[in-house]
């Protein structure tokens, strides 16, 4: 019989500290009306000096667990997916393994920036359908405002912070859990969303990283359109692989990178607003925590039970793009 990976459990933590967009017009020439046109934010979480992905992560996965009925001890594996980990390395996946206590547990991160929970989710999928592994914790964690450009208004006002974590259980026989995936890249566009320093091609002390960009560089314009697109194939091809169609999803929940976007691809995709979820209008792009953040206040709010078809895409700096279809 075969294994699904199903989810048993869900948590999400962003941090107190609320920035509206009033806040911003108070640094950089921006004001509300433009911010909630342009994108439907109208608010974001930020990190303070103290905290980091770790913290938010942690404190996700907690809930997540707490939720699963599960203790840290039984998690076999820690998939985090995150661009924006505390170190280059140790990966946060080991730190938060550490917080938690999860003694029995094989740990380690994902870079699919945006697309991090759909990478992370597939990657735990295939590890549990193969049946070496019976449960894992899987997080998409992002703290981008430690790497903005307070001063650039084209991208301070988008980002902000949060973590979002399931638990992903094998169910020998069950037709719940991960349907399909696809994961998509186009390295080609690479250049469109960048965070030139701190690698190893211009590690952040060297003289010729002087002249390169030490925050996020993005060039809207050129994502916007891939982002409608990306979004639409995603989804196309995961529903074809599952033979499926769009009347068989119940909630749609794309990342939250700017209700334009999510808008544009429901309409392409014919869903209709009442399974469309956004929240882009309370936390921004928390880019690797969007998806699990939506997921997580879907079900708060009663809007994603259990039995549920949900579709999940994400999209981001690479280019990546992917969706997941989940029966929840
Ligand atoms: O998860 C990662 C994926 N990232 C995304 O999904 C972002 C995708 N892109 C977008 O969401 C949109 O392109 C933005 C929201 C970033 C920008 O919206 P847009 O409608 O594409 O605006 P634009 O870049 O074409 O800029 C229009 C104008 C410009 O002024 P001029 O040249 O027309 O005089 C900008 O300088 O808006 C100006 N502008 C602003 N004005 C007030 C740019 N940022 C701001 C701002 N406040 N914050």
């Known amino acids: 019989m075969s294994i699904r990976a199903v989810f048993t459990g869900i948590g999400k933590a962003v941090p107190s500290h609320i920035m509206t967009n009033d806040d911003f017009s108070k640094i950089v020439d921006t004001n509300d009306e433009w911010i909630q046109q342009r994108t439907g934010i109208k608010q974001r979480r930020v990190c303070g000096q103290d905290e980091a992905a770790s913290d938010l992560a942690y404190e996700a996965s907690v809930l997540a667990l707490k939720d699963a009925g599960i203790g840290a001890d039984e998690i076999d594996l820690i998939v985090v997916g995150t661009v924006t980990g505390d170190h280059p390395f140790p990966s946060t996946s080991c730190l938060i393994q550490e917080k938690l206590g999860a003694k029995n547990a094989g740990a380690f991160d994902v870079g699919a920036a945006c697309a991090g929970f759909i990478y992370s989710v597939d990657t735990a999928a295939a590890m549990i359908e193969s049946g070496r592994y019976k449960r894992v914790l899987v997080v998409g964690v992002d703290v981008l ?15 902000g912070d949060g973590a979002g974590a399931v638990v992903m259980e094998g169910h020998e026989g069950s037709d719940h859990g991960l349907i399909k995936t696809v994961l998509l890249a186009n390295g080609e566009g690479a250049c469109h ?6 690698g190893s091609r211009y590690p952040q002390d060297r ?41 068989d999803i119940d909630l749609f929940v794309p990342h939250q990178a700017n209700s334009r976007i999510i808008t544009a691809a429901a309409e392409r995709l014919e869903l209709p607003e009442e399974r469309v979820f956004i929240n882009v209008q309370d936390y921004g792009n928390t880019s690797g925590g969007s998806i699990p953040i939506a997921l997580a206040e879907a079900v708060e709010q009663g809007r994603l039970k259990k039995g549920m078809v949900v579709m999940t895409v994400g999209f981001g700096a690479g280019l990546v793009w992917g969706a997941n279809l989940i029966r929840w």
Do not use: Q
């Open 145 to 159: 405002t430690k790497f903005m450009d307070w001063n650039d208004r084209a991208t301070c006002v988008l980002f």
């Open 193 to 198: 969303i960048t965070l030139e320093t701190g």
């Open 207 to 247: 003289e010729w990283s002087e002249d390169k960009n030490p925050h996020i560089y993005m060039n809207g314009r050129e994502v916007y359109r891939f982002a409608v697109g990306a979004m639409g194939d995603a989804c196309m091809k995961v529903l074809e692989l599952a033979e499926m169609n769009t009347s």
